[in-house]
């Protein structure tokens, strides 16, 4: 369910009647909360709803960042946890959590993604972002813009490259992906006059790369790469840090924007937005990205097994 005091409780019973007949549903959460969260009744939608009673009626409050819904959201993606290894759920998807509320409550993760890879004792692992026009991996994630040059290594785009390749062909059934890298600083350098990372660390990993990849590119300046890859010249692009990803999928599809970890021993999805405490609890939320979250979740699982 996410923070309970964000749009998760909302955009969850909304998607649920979009989408009833696509998989048999477990909503985790505090009922309370999610019930308070719809503007009318619940109409009778089947799924089964696991109420962990986590969160305190007295003075709760939607749009809020408190330590004690950041303890709910962990419980949730606990219990979450607990089923996927009984095989009693066969994917997850998750609604967003407030990073701020988690680490109040005592939870040091940068988000979904750290959690479920530790969690799942998984080190190598991707976060894949996509809509229905384009789909690009991050090299990095949640770090600040100062740390990305540092944590830019030829072993790190090698691993992310090559795990995005696999989970092309696994996850989408696609047969011979085609991927283009992005460079990290303007016009990918102008071959080292505007700075060192494509020549020293980009351009070898993909030496190495190309031995085992027919279909990459590379390094390309972000912005031809990105519109490139818009174009259909490419499956899907590589990116360097978080926002040379973020800005031009927002910007091509807010409303149908879905992340999806790659290499955990699972399929789970997101929706491309995060809490939206502004909006909690005034029924302005818009369920889409959720909904296509669901919907990639389901066609990822159903994929893996025929791959």
Request: glycine fraction near 6%; proline fraction near 5%.
């Amino acid at each position: 369910m996410g923070d309970p005091s964000g749009i998760g409780p909302e955009i969850i019973a909304l998607a649920l009647k979009k989408v009833r007949v696509l998989a048999e549903f477990i909503v985790i959460g505090d009922k309370w909360v999610f019930e308070k969260s719809q503007k009318a009744k619940p109409k009778s939608i089947k799924y089964k709803f696991i109420d962990l009673q986590n969160v305190s009626h007295k003075n709760f409050a939607f749009g809020k960042v408190r330590a004690e819904y950041g303890r709910a959201s962990i419980e949730y993606l606990n219990k979450a946890m607990e089923l996927i290894k009984k095989r009693e759920i066969d994917c997850l998807v998750t609604a967003p959590i407030s990073k701020e509320a988690i680490n109040l409550a005592g939870f040091k993760y940068s988000g979904h993604t750290e959690y479920f890879a530790q969690k799942s004792n998984t080190n190598d692992f991707v976060m894949l972002l996509l809509n229905r026009q384009l789909k690009i991996s991050l090299v990095t994630r949640h770090i600040s813009i100062l740390k990305v040059p540092l944590q830019l290594s030829k072993e790190r785009i090698y691993k992310t490259v090559r795990l995005t390749y696999k989970s092309l062909k696994d996850l989408f059934l696609i047969k011979k992906p085609r991927l283009v890298v992005c460079g990290l600083n303007p016009h990918a350098s102008d071959n080292g006059l505007i700075g060192q990372e494509e020549n020293r660390v980009i351009r070898p990993a993909l030496v190495s790369l190309k031995r085992i990849i027919k279909h990459i590119d590379g390094p390309r300046p972000a912005d031809i790469a990105i519109l490139e890859a818009y174009q259909k010249k490419y499956d899907c692009v590589i990116a360097m840090y978080h926002d040379q990803a973020l800005i031009p999928l927002k910007l091509l599809g807010k409303k149908t924007g879905v992340n999806l970890t790659l290499g955990l021993p699972f399929i789970r999805t997101s929706p491309l937005h995060g809490t939206a405490f502004d909006i909690a609890g005034t029924h302005l939320a818009d369920p889409t990205s959720l909904i296509e979250a669901i919907k990639l979740a389901a066609r990822c699982t159903l994929n893996q097994r025929k791959a």
